[in-house]
C-alpha cells in the first residue's frame, strides 16, 4: 500500500514551524523529527530547502527517511538537487534508492545520472541505481514473518506447515536473476 503525502495545510502550518525557528538546526530537526505524516518528493525537497547547511540537509533527509513516499527518478532529482556538493548528492541517493520504482528504466537512469556533472560520480550514481530493486517493494523476504497478535498468539503469512513464504530456498535462489549479466 502506497503512503499518502501529509495534506497541504498540515504541511504549510510544518514548514511556518520549521522557518520561524531561529535557533541552531538542531531545533529545526527537532520540530522535524516530532512532526506526523508522510512526505511527498515535493514537500521533501521543500524541507531540505529550509536548511542552510549540507550536514543539517543531511540529517534532515536521514529523519524523513521511513516517512517518504514512493517517487520517481524525476521527482527524486528534486530532493537531489537540494544539496551542493556531490558527495552529499550521492548519499542522498542512498537514502531514496528504496523509494524510487523506475530504477530499471534506462531513461528514468539518465534523468538520475544527469544530476551529477562529473562522469566518476555518474557511475557512482548508476551503481547505486542497479543496487535498488523495487519489483519486490510490497514482498515479505522468506523466513519468519510473524507479528505478534493479542493472547500470546502469533499473525504469519506463511501457509499451515510450510516454513518459507515463498517456497523453500533452492526455488527461491532459481527464481532470483543474476546480479550480473
Not at 514548514?15 to 531561529?22: A, D, G, H, P, V
Not at 518528493?41 to 534532515?60: M, R
Not at 529523519?63 to 524525476?74: S, V, Y
Request: glycine share 4%; net charge positive.
Amino acid at each position: 500500500m502506497a503512503n499518502v503525502a501529509v495534506n497541504r495545510c498540515d504541511f504549510e502550518r510544518l514548514m511556518c514551524k520549521i522557518n520561524q525557528e531561529t535557533g541552531p538546526a538542531a531545533k529545526k530537526l527537532d520540530i522535524l523529527f516530532t512532526s506526523e505524516g508522510y512526505f511527498s518528493p515535493l514537500q521533501a525537497s521543500t524541507v531540505l530547502y529550509g536548511f542552510a547547511n549540507q550536514k543539517d540537509k543531511l540529517s534532515a533527509l536521514e529523519i524523513m527517511e521511513p516517512r517518504l513516499c514512493r517517487m520517481t527518478c524525476n521527482e527524486a532529482r528534486d530532493i537531489i538537487g537540494a544539496f551542493s556538493f556531490q558527495n552529499d548528492k550521492l548519499l542522498a541517493l542512498k537514502v531514496l534508492k528504496r523509494y524510487i520504482l523506475d530504477t530499471q528504466i534506462r531513461e528514468s537512469q539518465e534523468i538520475t545520472m544527469a544530476c551529477y556533472p562529473f562522469d566518476a560520480h555518474k557511475y557512482k550514481a548508476l551503481g547505486i541505481l542497479h543496487t535498488a530493486r523495487n519489483d519486490i517493494f510490497d514482498q515479505m523476504p522468506s523466513g519468519a514473518h510473524q507479528g505478534y497478535a493479542p493472547m500470546g498468539s502469533l499473525y504469519t503469512q506463511c501457509r499451515p506447515l510450510v516454513p518459507n513464504l515463498y517456497g523453500s530456498l533452492y526455488q527461491q535462489s532459481q527464481l532470483t536473476p543474476p546480479l550480473y549479466h
